[in-house]
């Protein structure tokens, strides 16, 4: 069993950065590929970025060169640095813990999710 807890959304104006975290409980935690996910009102839940367990990192187009995912083992921490933050990141983020590919249905174990908002 995995348990995630997200934290460091917030409210932001375009541009801006924040940092999300998201803890992990569990001595696995390092064995499992993290990653990040992302729903928009009225829309589907999409990935936005992942990490496997030996530092192979994968984000979607959209937040290329802008979002940064990693993950401290020692911390059972996984982390999703945005940056240059646009109006149409704003989103619930969820923190997801899986074996696998970056599809949803890889991931197990979720967290109950933070929200970010991009004012523009």
């Known amino acids: 069993q995995v348990q995630l807890v997200e934290s460091g959304g917030g409210l932001v104006q375009a541009g801006g950065s924040l940092r999300l975290s998201c803890a992990a409980s569990g001595r696995t935690f390092s064995s499992y590929t993290m990653a990040w996910f992302r729903q928009a009102p009225g829309k589907e839940r999409d990935i936005v970025a992942g990490?496997?367990?030996?530092?192979?990192?994968y984000s979607t187009d959209s937040v290329k060169g802008r979002f940064t995912i990693s993950r401290d083992n020692a911390k059972n921490t996984v982390y999703l640095q945005m940056n240059s933050l646009k109006p149409e990141d704003t989103a619930d983020y969820y923190c997801?813990?899986?074996?696998?590919?970056?599809?949803?249905?890889?991931?197990?174990?979720w967290g109950q999710g933070t929200q970010v908002t991009v004012s523009s």
């Open positions: 997801a813990a899986g074996r696998g590919g970056w599809g949803q249905l890889n991931y197990a174990y």
């Open positions: 990490i496997t367990w030996s530092g192979i990192t």
